[in-house]
């Protein structure tokens, strides 16, 4: 199966220090996504990426940012967070040809 | 706009018993899938089922895309078997796939 790692697997910062959640797939996967879900909400993508420097928003995309420099790497980057992004996120790859989606660990973050 | 309804939202049954967790969508699909939230927050991919039927243990799902639904099978649960149960298609219209509310399991022992 896809391998998804993500780190921290947790985090508790304070407002306003930037900070960075690392993801990284081992399969060569083009597709990459995060999401974030909270109580009530669901799972909500924040940005999407289809290949190296290919990079685009979803549905809850303010507050962070995402790069996509090698296909291996998509980190998701919070460069002021706000206790509004208190929530558990998850990093994904998308599977050809079936478009199977599978997902990382998660990362659980509180800004205080 | 696209929908994804889940049903029961709520579920509590005792070890042993079998369940159907059903998942209505409102347009046509190109894929759909079943995922399982473990109490410790992970995601576990359960199916890839955009259409008939798939087992896997005591697992299986069916999705009727013409009728535009899709069914978990889950036979003689046990506790391992709690969390919540996410339906995810991926509408012919759209890009990204689209989560359900999804369906919370409690096995009791």
């Known amino acids: 199966e896809a391998q998804v790692t993500q780190n921290p697997r947790y985090l508790i910062t304070v407002t306003g220090k930037k900070l960075t959640v690392t993801c990284s797939q081992n399969?060569?996967?083009?597709?990459m996504s995060w999401y974030r879900q909270d109580p009530g909400l669901g799972l909500r993508q924040i940005y999407y990426?289809?290949?190296?420097?290919?990079?685009d928003k979803g549905d809850v995309p303010e507050g962070y940012k995402v790069s996509r420099k090698e296909k291996r790497n998509f980190p998701l980057i919070l460069e002021s967070p706000s206790p509004n992004q208190t929530s558990l996120y998850f990093c994904?790859?998308?599977?050809?040809?079936?478009?199977?989606?599978?997902f990382g660990p998660g990362t659980r973050l509180t800004v205080l | 706009g696209i929908q994804v309804e889940q049903s029961p939202p709520d579920l509590i049954l005792q070890e042993g018993a079998n369940s159907t967790l059903r998942c209505n969508f409102s347009?046509?699909?190109?894929?759909l899938q079943w995922f399982h939230q473990n109490p410790w927050g992970q995601l576990i991919n359960l199916f890839y089922?955009?259409?008939g039927t798939k087992q896997n243990g005591r697992l299986s799902a069916t999705t009727v895309a013409t009728e535009r639904y899709s069914l978990l099978y889950i036979s003689s649960s046990q506790t391992t078997d709690s969390g919540v149960y996410f339906c995810?298609?991926?509408?012919?219209?759209?890009?990204?796939?689209?989560f359900g509310s999804g369906t919370r399991l409690s096995i009791r022992p």
């Open positions: 995810a298609p991926r509408y012919s219209s759209a890009s990204k796939i689209i």
């Open positions: 990426s289809m290949n190296v420097e290919v990079t």
């Open positions: 399969m060569n996967h083009e597709y």
């Open positions: 089922i955009p259409s």
């Open positions: 347009d046509s699909v190109n894929n």
């Open positions: 994904a790859i998308r599977r050809v040809p079936t478009d199977t989606q599978y």
